[in-house]
């Protein structure tokens, strides 16, 4: 199966500080997500993006599929922005998508 | 109204007990998943249907049942409990193959 590596594994910043937070995958997808796990568990899908570059407020993303890597790009970072960021790449199909997510990268932004 | 429901979001019950855990969605997707999210926050696609059809079966013990009466509910039953099975369990859905939306969890504890 497709092997996920996010980095780096654990991040503080501070309030207004702005952060990349990186993605690799071992085989090609066709499909790739980012979510966001708050603090009471709830999984929040940021964005989809097998390739290319988008931008959602503060929050951007760029997935380079021929060199297997995405990159999710926080700019003046607030506290509600804690919480742990999930990479999951996978292979979709018109009826699916199989997506193995990263251990995820566990953002705290304090005061 | 929310997207993607389940009920319960809490579950405690005793080793050797049979409980269900329901899900549904009201995005008008096709598709529907279940996730096992562990203690170590690690998540792991399990079941996916599509217009009431199995899709994707992956490495699940047999006394895991998923069941799909329609397109907009996937239920998930579990036979014979054990403590392993202690974990927190997401239902998600979305269009074919497309982004995925999740539930707000169901934390189930086996004693």
């Known amino acids: 199966g497709i092997q996920v590596e996010q980095s780096p594994p654990d991040l503080i910043l501070q309030e207004g500080a702005n952060s990349t937070l990186r993605c690799n995958f071992s085989?090609?997808?066709?499909?790739l997500q980012w979510f966001h796990q708050n603090p009471w568990g709830q999984l929040i899908n940021l964005f989809y993006i097998p390739s290319g570059t988008k931008q959602n407020g503060r929050l951007s993303a760029t997935t380079v599929a021929t060199e297997r890597y995405s990159l999710l790009y926080i700019s003046s970072s607030q506290t509600t922005d804690s919480g742990v960021y999930f990479c999951?790449?996978?292979?979709?199909?018109?009826?699916?998508?199989?997506?193995?997510f990263g251990t995820g990268t566990r953002l705290q932004v304090t005061l | 109204d929310t997207a993607v429901s389940q009920t319960p979001k809490y579950l405690v019950t005793q080793m050797g007990n049979d409980k269900s855990i329901k899900c549904e969605q009201n995005?008008?997707?096709?598709?529907m998943y279940w996730y096992k999210q562990d203690s170590k926050k690690f998540l792991k696609i399990m079941f996916s249907?599509?217009?009431?059809?199995?899709?994707i079966n992956e490495t699940v013990p047999n006394r895991f049942s998923p069941k799909s009466p329609d397109k907009a509910h996937l239920n998930l039953h579990i036979n014979s409990l054990e403590l392993g099975d202690s974990a927190v369990y997401f239902c998600?859905?979305?269009?074919?193959?497309?982004?995925?939306?999740f539930g707000q969890g169901t934390r189930l504890t086996v004693v």
């Open positions: 085989d090609s997808v066709n499909n």
């Open positions: 998600a859905s979305s269009q074919g193959g497309g982004s995925a939306f």
């Open positions: 249907y599509n217009n009431k059809e199995l899709i």
């Open positions: 995005l008008g997707h096709d598709t």
């Open positions: 999951a790449p996978g292979g979709a199909t018109g009826t699916a998508s199989k997506l193995t």
